[in-house]
C-alpha cells in the first residue's frame, strides 16, 4: 500500500478519534486552549503507545473498518464547530446528508444482512449506476445553488477511482455503520427536540 493509499485510512482514524475525545472533553474542559492542547496530547498518545499491541487508533479501525468519505466530510464539520466555532458545511447541506445516510442506511444494511432476496450491495462492485445517480444528483444541487452539497456528492467518487481505500466497493466510499449510526442519532435527537417544544 502507497502512502497515497494509506493517507485516507489514517485521516478516518485520526478523525475518529478527534471527534470522540472532544465530545469527551468539551464536557470536562472549559477554555479552548487547554483542551486543544489536552487533545493533541491524547491524540499523539492514541496514535503511538500500544495497547496489547495495537495502538487505541488502530483498534478503533479494527473494530469499525475504514470510515466512508461523506463521514470524514461530517466528522471535520463536527471538529470544525466543536474547535473553533467554524461551520464548515452549510445546514441545509449536513441535513441533506445526515438524512441520505440514514434514509439509505436504514433499508441497505437489513438488505446487506440477508434482509430480503436483493443484496444492494452487489452494484458498488460495478457501479455505473451508482456514478450516474451521485452525478445526477450533483448536477441538480448545483443548479439549486447547493454549491457545497454538489462537491461533496462527488468526493466518494473521486476517492474510488483513486482507490484510496481497501475496498473496490463504492458504498464503502459513501456509507459506513458509523455515519449511519449518528444520523439516526442526529435525527431522533432533531424529533426528540420538536416533541418537547
Known amino acids: 500500500m502507497t502512502l497515497l493509499h494509506s493517507m485516507l ?6 478523525l475518529l478519534m ?7 472533553l468539551q ?10 492542547a489536552l487533545l493533541v496530547a491524547l491524540l499523539a498518545l492514541g496514535f503511538a ?26 466528522f471535520a464539520d463536527i471538529l470544525a464547530r466543536r474547535l473553533w466555532n467554524f461551520i464548515l458545511l452549510a445546514p441545509g447541506t449536513r441535513t441533506t446528508l445526515l438524512l441520505a445516510a440514514a434514509g439509505v442506511g436504514v433499508v441497505f444494511y437489513p438488505m446487506a444482512l440477508g434482509l430480503g432476496s ?5 452494484p458498488g462492485f460495478a457501479p455505473l449506476v451508482m456514478v450516474a445517480v451521485l452525478c445526477l444528483a450533483s448536477i441538480i444541487a448545483w443548479l439549486r445553488q447547493a454549491r457545497g452539497l454538489a462537491v461533496i456528492l462527488l468526493l466518494p467518487l473521486l476517492a474510488y477511482n483513486l482507490h484510496l481505500l481497501e475496498s473496490d466497493n463504492l458504498w464503502n466510499y459513501l456509507l459506513d455503520p458509523a455515519l449511519v449510526s449518528y444520523a439516526l442519532v442526529q435525527g431522533a435527537g432533531a424529533v426528540w427536540g420538536r416533541l418537547k417544544a
Open 27 to 36: 464536557k470536562l474542559v472549559r477554555q479552548v486552549v487547554p483542551r486543544l
Open 118 to 122: 436483493i443484496d444492494p450491495y452487489r
Open 18 to 24: 478527534a471527534v470522540l475525545l472532544v465530545m469527551l
Open 49 to 74: 503507545v500500544p495497547l496489547a499491541g495495537s495502538t487505541a487508533a488502530q483498534w478503533l479501525r479494527s473494530v469499525l473498518g475504514d470510515l466512508s468519505v461523506l463521514t470524514l466530510v461530517i
Open 9 to 14: 485510512p489514517w485521516l478516518s482514524q485520526l
